[in-house]
């Protein structure tokens, strides 16, 4: 288990960019494929986005090709989720995600996870 926090949600007009930033406390964090889920009011939590041990490889969901871009620091156990264009669909609470494999796109596959950003994107 490790403890993540993250931080840079907000209020943005579509079109506009943000970005995410996820610390973890562990001195593990490079044994971890980093990941970025969301969830909307009344739907399900989604994956957008993950990254694996050394940053040298990434995968993300269709509806953010393009836009979002993840990133990592292992220097200061960090991850990032750079968002640009965004769109009012992309409103959503943010969570990093911790998993020990990479590939998974499924929530039960990562094993610690943050309390959440808001992202509020206005039409």
């Known amino acids: 288990q490790v403890q993540l926090v993250e931080s840079g949600g907000g209020l943005v007009q579509a079109g506009g960019s943000l970005r995410l930033s996820c610390v973890a406390s562990a001195r593990t964090f490079t044994w971890y494929t980093m990941g970025w889920f969301r969830q909307a009011p009344g739907k399900e939590r989604e994956f957008v986005a993950a990254?694996?041990?050394?940053?040298?490889?990434?995968y993300s969901t269709d509806s953010v090709k393009g836009r979002f871009t993840i990133s990592r620091d292992n220097a200061k156990n960090t991850v990032y989720l750079q968002m640009n264009s965004l769109k009012p669909e992309d409103t959503a609470v943010y969570y990093c995600?911790?998993?020990?494999?990479?590939?998974?796109?499924?929530?039960?596959?990562?094993?610690?996870w943050g309390q959440g950003t808001q992202v509020t994107v206005s039409s």
């Open positions: 990254i694996g041990l050394n940053g040298g490889s990434t």
């Open positions: 995600a911790a998993a020990f494999e990479y590939g998974s796109r499924r929530s039960d596959d990562f094993h610690s």
